[in-house]
């Protein structure tokens, strides 16, 4: 289904036409983005699913088309200005994993678009609906993941003035959150922290500086807290708060235990006074007694020397993963080790020929994969998966379908078939490369030979 990009149109088209059947109007933006369904519609405009068709792998993105609701001329601008800022926002910051990437921001048929990485998941507050009140343990679980976000933008002086359940999505492939929504976001310079601005965020999450036009770094947190007593409670925060008494009464409202340590932590964090409340997501993580990970840093695009023990040509498999022909590189990748291995005419790679496989070509073969994939495929990142759930160069069908299960080449228990695997980035994280040449092996009763190669130490 292609669907139609006018306003007032809208119209779904079959998925290869080119023009609007109903109204006439191009259906691809840039020659190459093709929106395929809408995903909603907020007071800036529209967010569709879509297609990068540009690209042999087409994987999925995201339009934001700009649409304000307002008529008014100053507002209109205002608007016009906050979404140009999201661009800004995310160029600087979806370098990061678990902020969606900027691809584009352009203008077509006078009207603006930005061009974003596609999150495959559920939205917490989907979540929140599908599986009632977030237990204590999985509340400090997303404080952890989260936290070092905001302690990410915060460090590149971002503030995202919209954090709610529905800005936090979790990722299918590797159950990650991944921030989403700058449109809201402003760069806290020192002017900007001590003069009144626009009034912005989400009444129900909003901290009281910023309903003032004054938002710091705590009122992200402010919003974090009240996000987190919301999904603990199940309870809509406007009622979780006692206006009379002017405090938070969502203890009265748990059905979850939740100790002392996270109830002060959360308490703090709802602190009307900005000065009484935590500052930055550092402390948060130092009273939760957690540690913060080390800020993930774009992946260096630096040349990758393609060394190889018996004089192998790796030049085709880097061009077909630079142009995200995952499963033509899937295919080179299985050849070139048959190659290495000398067993060309054999088919399949032994445990015996990964126990000798050569570290230099293992090498360049696994960070050609991790480059071009920005850290998504590639066998280390198969082999910290493996070893996460407990696998060692030891067989054990139940860790190694918990393996299969993780990486998707299993669903519901069924093992599939190579042709029904995913080759786009949509897949879950360390879904390839499946060495084809051994993909009965390593699909279903191939643990051994998958043991093997993940419990390399040169990995």
């Given at each position: 289904?292609?669907?139609?990009?006018?306003?007032?149109?809208?119209?779904?088209?079959?998925?290869?036409?080119?023009?609007?059947?109903?109204?006439?109007s191009?259906?691809?933006?840039?020659?190459?983005?093709?929106a395929?369904?809408?995903?909603?519609?907020?007071?800036?405009?529209?967010?569709?699913q879509?297609?990068?068709?540009?690209?042999?792998?087409q994987?999925?993105?995201?339009?934001?088309?700009?649409?304000?609701?307002?008529?008014?001329?100053?507002?209109?601008?205002?608007?016009e200005?906050?979404?140009?800022?999201?661009?800004?926002?995310?160029?600087?910051?979806?370098?990061?994993?678990?902020?969606?990437?900027?691809?584009?921001?352009?203008?077509?048929?006078?009207?603006?678009?930005?061009?974003?990485?596609?999150?495959?998941?559920?939205?917490?507050?989907?979540?929140?609906?599908?599986?009632?009140?977030f237990?204590?343990?999985?509340?400090?679980?997303?404080?952890?993941?989260?936290?070092?976000?905001?302690?990410f933008?915060?460090?590149?002086?971002?503030?995202?003035?919209?954090?709610?359940?529905?800005?936090?999505?979790r990722?299918?492939g590797?159950?990650?959150?991944?921030?989403?929504?700058?449109?809201?976001?402003?760069?806290?310079?020192?002017?900007?922290?001590v003069v009144?601005?626009?009034?912005?965020g989400?009444?129900?999450?909003?901290?009281?500086?910023?309903?003032?036009?004054?938002?710091?770094?705590?009122?992200?947190?402010?919003?974090?807290?009240?996000?987190?007593?919301?999904?603990?409670?199940?309870?809509?925060?406007f009622d979780?708060?006692?206006?009379?008494?002017?405090?938070?009464?969502?203890?009265?409202?748990?059905?979850?235990?939740?100790?002392?340590?996270?109830?002060?932590?959360?308490?703090?964090?709802?602190?009307?006074?900005?000065?009484?409340?935590?500052?930055?997501?550092?402390?948060?993580?130092?009273?939760?007694?957690?540690?913060?990970?080390?800020?993930?840093?774009?992946?260096?695009?630096?040349?990758?020397?393609?060394?190889?023990?018996?004089g192998?040509?790796?030049?085709?498999?880097?061009?077909?993963?630079?142009?995200?022909?995952?499963?033509?590189?899937?295919?080179?990748?299985?050849?070139?080790?048959?190659?290495?291995?000398g067993?060309k005419?054999?088919?399949?790679?032994?445990?015996?020929?990964?126990?000798?496989?050569?570290?230099?070509?293992?090498?360049?073969?696994?960070?050609?994969w991790?480059?071009?994939?920005?850290?998504?495929?590639?066998?280390?990142?198969?082999?910290?998966?493996?070893?996460?759930?407990?696998?060692?160069?030891?067989?054990?069908?139940?860790?190694?379908?918990?393996?299969?299960?993780?990486?998707?080449?299993?669903?519901?228990?069924?093992?599939?078939?190579?042709?029904?695997?995913?080759?786009?980035?949509?897949?879950?994280t360390?879904?390839?490369p499946?060495?084809?040449?051994?993909?009965?092996?390593?699909?279903?009763?191939?643990?051994?030979?998958?043991?093997?190669?993940?419990?390399?130490?040169?990995?």
């Amino acid at each position: 289904m292609s669907q139609c990009l006018n306003p007032d149109c809208l119209q779904p088209n079959p998925k290869t036409t080119i023009f609007c059947q109903k109204c006439g109007s191009k259906l691809l933006l840039k020659e190459r983005y093709r929106a395929l369904k809408i995903l909603g519609q907020g007071g800036f405009g529209r967010t569709f699913q879509a297609v990068d068709e540009n690209k042999p792998s087409q994987p999925y993105c995201v339009i934001k088309q700009f649409l304000p609701q307002a008529q008014d001329t100053n507002n209109q601008q205002k608007a016009e200005e906050l979404f140009k800022q999201e661009a800004i926002q995310l160029e600087r910051l979806g370098k990061h994993n678990q902020i969606p990437e900027l691809f584009a921001y352009f203008i077509q048929d006078h009207r603006h678009y930005l061009i974003q990485e596609y999150i495959e998941g559920q939205n917490l507050l989907q979540e929140l609906n599908q599986n009632g009140a977030f237990s204590e343990t999985k509340t400090i679980n997303l404080l952890g993941d989260l936290l070092p976000i905001l302690a990410f933008i915060h460090q590149q002086q971002v503030i995202h003035r919209d954090i709610k359940p529905e800005n936090i999505i979790r990722r299918q492939g590797d159950n990650k959150l991944v921030l989403v929504d700058f449109g809201a976001a402003k760069t806290a310079t020192h002017t900007a922290l001590v003069v009144t601005g626009t009034v912005i965020g989400s009444a129900q999450y909003v901290a009281p500086e910023q309903a003032m036009g004054k938002s710091t770094f705590a009122s992200d947190l402010y919003s974090l807290g009240v996000m987190c007593i919301h999904l603990l409670t199940n309870i809509e925060p406007f009622d979780l708060f006692d206006v009379s008494e002017s405090e938070w009464v969502w203890r009265d409202y748990l059905t979850v235990k939740v100790n002392d340590r996270l109830g002060q932590v959360l308490d703090k964090l709802l602190q009307q006074a900005t000065k009484k409340r935590f500052q930055t997501a550092q402390e948060v993580l130092a009273a939760l007694q957690l540690t913060i990970k080390p800020t993930p840093q774009a992946t260096p695009q630096t040349d990758i020397e393609l060394k190889s023990a018996r004089g192998v040509n790796y030049g085709q498999l880097e061009q077909l993963l630079k142009a995200g022909n995952w499963k033509e590189a899937d295919r080179e990748t299985a050849n070139k080790m048959l190659e290495v291995a000398g067993i060309k005419n054999q088919g399949w790679l032994r445990e015996e020929d990964i126990d000798n496989f050569p570290c230099e070509d293992l090498r360049t073969i696994d960070q050609l994969w991790v480059k071009y994939s920005n850290g998504r495929f590639g066998f280390s990142v198969q082999k910290r998966i493996y070893q996460s759930l407990g696998g060692t160069r030891s067989y054990d069908s139940k860790i190694w379908e918990a393996f299969a299960d993780q990486v998707g080449w299993r669903v519901k228990g069924d093992w599939l078939y190579y042709d029904y695997l995913k080759f786009n980035q949509t897949a879950q994280t360390g879904h390839l490369p499946l060495l084809r040449c051994g993909v009965r092996r390593m699909l279903g009763v191939g643990g051994g030979f998958g043991g093997s190669l993940l419990s390399r130490r040169d990995l």
